[in-house]
Structure formats: structure tokens, C-alpha cells
């Protein structure tokens, strides 16, 4: 099958141009510039193009033709609190389809005192045959020890080259400072990558437990309880443990100016510190919590913050001390699963949905909003994930060869998002009734239009694993 995108704007993080795209089975064959008043492959209507021989034409006139977005941070189906993340990787993975997202890379957890091999074999079981789009694993460790470290190195060679650590969440997934030390050694040998979600758990416990005696038991005390230095002081050792081990290191879901400025500082000596943020710490804010029970629909962690850390964080991404925006997307109903915690916030499940929303509402803040430029924009939520996390220049990029991963997007079409009509399978939106310049017209995955008028046409468990390529850019950059 050929695909012949005509009349668009191409826009990739390196500029954009007038430009039509020929895609030939799942890959990209040619870009052809439409010089003014001239003509590109659309307008060879003739012999050429008959040569060529488009078995379909897309008219992207007035809209922009973007690489497919890519989601480096979801839960689909984790286990957290007591329940399950609500949406499954076929509810999930179509849910990112439908806002522009046509790879993920989710997070598959090793069960305590089992392998990693085991955990990766259960999650590479639930995306198989049930994904839409292609996929890829981080690899959650629970336990650091002579076992798992030299297992990484295998599980680096399957292509999952990176793995997450903790210092948050005591009692569920913590490592101590010598185990982090340990596993960012192994990854100095393997060639991966440690993602670390620093906050200091142990601290933060011991607030949360005061405010739970103290009768303080409102989803916003897990905001209060979280503190902004706690999240602060946990970078900042994370990443002294990174250069100790002479790795790069990257910091998941940062929230706050606290975390950032050990980002910064340390960027500015030159070491290699990477960094994301995701959509609720640039759009919602400690307030959301603030509205009795309902803020258990926003309990997150790290949490909500003031929202003096948000302009810091769009700051961040302009100045690139933050590379790129995932979602950390772990969706939980309000009715029963975040119930889980009305009189206790501490039992909440943690996790917001997001998949479905971070590509328009990145455009809509940053680029309607007059942040970032549009090749920013399509850098943050495309192709510094692929290049960060060992997919490009397959994805990440239009580029001749590139996987034909496609959006055309609309910049200019205004839409409400609403837990009526979004696609993620959770009860409920965190930003119901917001509406948002920027949609996703047609999405393209490897060649196959997938969406297209509002309504998903692929089918189902189309998705492929993506073995990701070891984590060299980080080394080098
Ligand atoms: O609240 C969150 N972030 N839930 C998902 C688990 C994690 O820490 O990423
Ligand atoms: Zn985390
Ligand atoms: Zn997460």
C-alpha cells in the first residue's frame, strides 16, 4: 500500500516546510518539498505520480503533518493500592491513538523475591494481541540485589534498556541509596539507563502519618504531605549517586522548582541529567486537590503542587533542562477505585489518566499559548522520547525510512474534553469541560490509518513490541 500525504505543513523538531509524503507499505519513501507557486508530488498528477502509484491520498491542506507522538511514561493494568490501573493496553493504547500517540513505552514491574525476566514475561503477555499501537517496556526493579543486577544486562539485550527505581513509595517500591549505587554501576557496564521517581518516601511518610493522626484526612493533606523539598532533596541525591557511578541519569514526573533546580545545577556542571515532566504539573495545581473527596480524582505522586511551579517547569522546557512531557498516565476510577481512600488519603490510589490528552493539551499551553514553536512542541512530545529512550530515527521524525508513524493535526480545531467522549476507560477527566485548540484529524502507525473521522478503524492487537536500542544519545549528549 502507498499513502500519498498531500498539501500539509511538515513539521518535525528540526523546521517545517511545504511538503507532500509518500509512504510505501509501513515506512516513509519520500518527502517532496512543494516550492511556492511550483510543484511537489501532489501536483505531479501526471506519469510521475501514477508511477509512483498512491493507492490512497490524504489532503492535509491548512493542517500540520507531524510524527506520531510517543508516550514514554504509562501504566496500563499496573497494580497500585490495593487495585488495578483501569485501562487495559487494548482501552489504553486506543485511547493514545485517539489523541495523536502512535507509540508507548509502559512499565513492567518485577514482582518482589521473582525475576525480571517473569515481570517481563507477564507484561509482554498483557500488551501482545490487545495493543493498537507499538509499544515498548521500561523495567520496574523491586529488588536490587546480585541476582537482578546481572539479569539487567539480559534484559538490556531484549531491548528494554532501562529501568526504574525508587526512593518514594516505602512499604511498596523503595531501594536504598546503595542499591540505586549498584544498579546505576550495572547500567555503566550494559549500556542502560536508571529512571529514578525521586521523592523522599521515608519523609514523607512520617508527615503523613502526623496528618492522618492529626485527623487530617482529605486527599489534599497527600499534597501536604509531599513536600516540594522532599522531591527537592531526592534529585539531588540521585543524581550525586549518577555521577558517583559515572552514568547518566533520568528523573521521572518532576513536579516542582525544587527538583528542577537540582536538574539545572547539575546540568550546569555538565553532567548528564535528563529529565520529563507531564501535563498535570503544567496545567493543575494544589487547589485541585483542595475540593473535599473529589480531590482524590487528582491525587498523584509526586503530587499536585502551587501553582507557582508551573511557568518554572514551561520554563524548563523551553531552556531544555527538561527534555520531554509524558503522562505517567495510571487511570483509576473515582467510583470504587479512588474510594479506596475517602476517610484516609494515604490509601488513594496514586495515577491520573492523561494518554489521550498530553499531545493537544501541549499544543494548546504551549503552542496556542505562545510558549514554544511548533518544532518544540513536536520535540518534547515525539522526538526527544524517541531519541532519549532509543527509538529514533525510526520514530521520533518524518525522515525517509522512519517508521510511517504520522499525525495530521488541525492546529486550529477547538474541542472540549469531557469524561463523555474521551476514550480512556476511567469515570472521570482532570480536565473536564477545558477546551483546547489543537486535534488529531488522521493517525497513521506504520502506514495504516488508524484513525480517522472520530472514529478508531484498526484492529485490534495491531500493536507491535518495540525492542529500543541501548541508551547511547544519553551518553553522548
Ligand atoms: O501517581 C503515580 N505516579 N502513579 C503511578 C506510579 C508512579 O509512581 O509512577
Ligand atoms: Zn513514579
Ligand atoms: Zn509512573
Redesign the pocket.
Known amino acids: 500500500m502507498r499513502m500519498l500525504i498531500k498539501n500539509g505543513t511538515v513539521v518535525t523538531s528540526e523546521g517545517r516546510q511545504s511538503a507532500d509524503v509518500l509512504v510505501d507499505g509501513r515506512t516513509v519513501a519520500a518527502i517532496v518539498a512543494r516550492p511556492v507557486g511550483g510543484s511537489g508530488l501532489a501536483d505531479r498528477t501526471g506519469a510521475a505520480l501514477l508511477e509512483l502509484g498512491a493507492d490512497e491520498t490524504i489532503d492535509a491542506a491548512g493542517r500540520w503533518v507531524i510524527p506520531g507522538a510517543i508516550d514514554t511514561?504509562t501504566?496500563m493494568e499496573?497494580p497500585?493500592g490495593g487495585t488495578f490501573?483501569k485501562d487495559t493496553f487494548e482501552t489504553g493504547s486506543r485511547a493514545a491513538a485517539f489523541g495523536g500517540t502512535t507509540t508507548i513505552v509502559d512499565?513492567a514491574v518485577q514482582a518482589k523475591g521473582r525475576s525480571l525476566q517473569e515481570g517481563l514475561d507477564t507484561w509482554m503477555a498483557k500488551a501482545d494481541g490487545n495493543a493498537v499501537i507499538d509499544y515498548g517496556f521500561h523495567m520496574i526493579m523491586s529488588d536490587v540485589n546480585d541476582e537482578s543486577l546481572a539479569e539487567m544486562d539480559r534484559i538490556v539485550d531484549q531491548g528494554v534498556p532501562s529501568f526504574?527505581l525508587?526512593t518514594?513509595?516505602p512499604g511498596v517500591?523503595l531501594s536504598s541509596d546503595g542499591e540505586i549505587l549498584r544498579a546505576m554501576q550495572q547500567t555503566a557496564g550494559n549500556g542502560g539507563l536508571i529512571l529514578m521517581?525521586a521523592e523522599n518516601g521515608p519523609a514523607i511518610d512520617v508527615i503523613a502519618n502526623e496528618n492522618a493522626a492529626a485527623g487530617n484526612t482529605d486527599p489534599i493533606y497527600h499534597g501536604l504531605s509531599r513536600y516540594p523539598g522532599f522531591e527537592g532533596e531526592a534529585t539531588n541525591r540521585v543524581i550525586r549517586l549518577a555521577a558517583a557511578a559515572g552514568v547518566p541519569v533520568y528523573i521521572?514526573?518532576l513536579s516542582s522548582r525544587d527538583a528542577l533546580d537540582a536538574v539545572r545545577s547539575a546540568r550546569g556542571r555538565g553532567e548528564k541529567v535528563f529529565a520529563e515532566t507531564c501535563p498535570q504539573y503544567l496545567f493543575l495545581s494544589l487547589d485541585d486537590l483542595g475540593n473535599g473527596f473529589e480531590g482524590a480524582k487528582f491525587?498523584?505522586?509526586?503530587p499536585l503542587r502551587t501553582k507557582d511551579h508551573q511557568e518554572e517547569l514551561w520554563t524548563g522546557l523551553v531552556k531544555d533542562d527538561l527534555q520531554l512531557v509524558a503522562t505517567?498516565h495510571?487511570p483509576f476510577d473515582f467510583a470504587g477505585q479512588k474510594e479506596l481512600g475517602r476517610g484516609d488519603f494515604r490509601k488513594i490510589p496514586?495515577?491520573?489518566p492523561a494518554v489521550e490528552d498530553r499531545v493537544d493539551l501541549l499544543h494548546d499551553g504551549g503552542v496556542a499559548g505562545g510558549r514554544i514553536t511548533p518544532e518544540r512542541w513536536v520535540e518534547i512530545i515525539s522526538t526527544a522520547p524517541a531519541r532519549i529512550h532509543g527509538l529514533y530515527p525510526r520514530k521520533g521524525t518524518i525522515a525517509v525510512g522512519s517508521d510511517a508513524d504520522i499525525v495530521v493535526y488541525d492546529p486550529e480545531r477547538e474541542h472540549t474534553i469531557s469524561a463523555k467522549t474521551h476514550h480512556m476507560d476511567v469515570d472521570y477527566s482532570c480536565y473536564e469541560g477545558r477546551v483546547v485548540k489543537g486535534a488529531s484529524d488522521f493517525v497513521i502507525s506504520r502506514g495504516e490509518v488508524i484513525v480517522k473521522d472520530g472514529a478508531f478503524i484498526g484492529p485490534k492487537g495491531r500493536g507491535e513490541f518495540v525492542k529500543r536500542d541501548r541508551a547511547d544519545w544519553v551518553r553522548r549528549n
Not at 491525587?299 to 509526586?302: N, Y
Open positions: 511514561h501504566h499496573l497500585f490501573a512499565f526504574k525508587f518514594a513509595y517500591f521517581h521521572v514526573h491525587v498523584c505522586s509526586p505517567d495510571c496514586n495515577g491520573l
